[in-house]
């Protein structure tokens, strides 16, 4: 078993950054494949960034690529994700996952365990 808490969302203004972060406890974190992943009102849980075990293999959803970099520090056991200039459309429910094989995947349901979600908003 995989806990997943993700922090750093807020309220910021078109043109601002956020770090978020989702600290992960239980199994060997390292072992995992993380992914970010987002969800708007009325909307489908969306691929926001994923990245391998290691850190050696990142990919991004073309909306935010060259404005979103996925990180983790696996001896914190923490992944994070830098948001640099967001956009109204980037308001959302953001979750980080976990996949057991070690590899990131674009689809949700190749993911193991899922975090509760942390709101960022970005105002016009």
């Known amino acids: 078993q995989v806990q997943l808490v993700e922090s750093g969302g807020g309220l910021v203004q078109a043109g601002g950054s956020l770090r978020l972060s989702c600290a992960a406890s239980?199994?060997?974190?390292?072992?995992?494949?993380m992914g970010w992943f987002r969800q708007a009102p009325g909307k489908e849980r969306e691929f926001v960034a994923g990245?391998?075990?290691?850190?050696?293999?990142?990919y991004y959803a073309d909306s935010v690529k060259g404005r979103f970099t996925i990180s983790r520090d696996n001896a914190k056991n923490t992944v994070y994700l830098q948001m640099n200039s967001l956009k109204p459309e980037d308001t959302a429910l953001y979750y980080c996952a976990a996949k057991a094989s070690g590899r990131w995947s674009i689809m949700v349901s190749h993911y193991d365990y899922w975090g509760q979600g942390t709101q960022v908003t970005v105002s016009s």
């Open positions: 990245i391998s075990w290691s850190g050696g293999s990142t």
């Open positions: 239980g199994r060997t974190f390292s072992n995992y494949g």
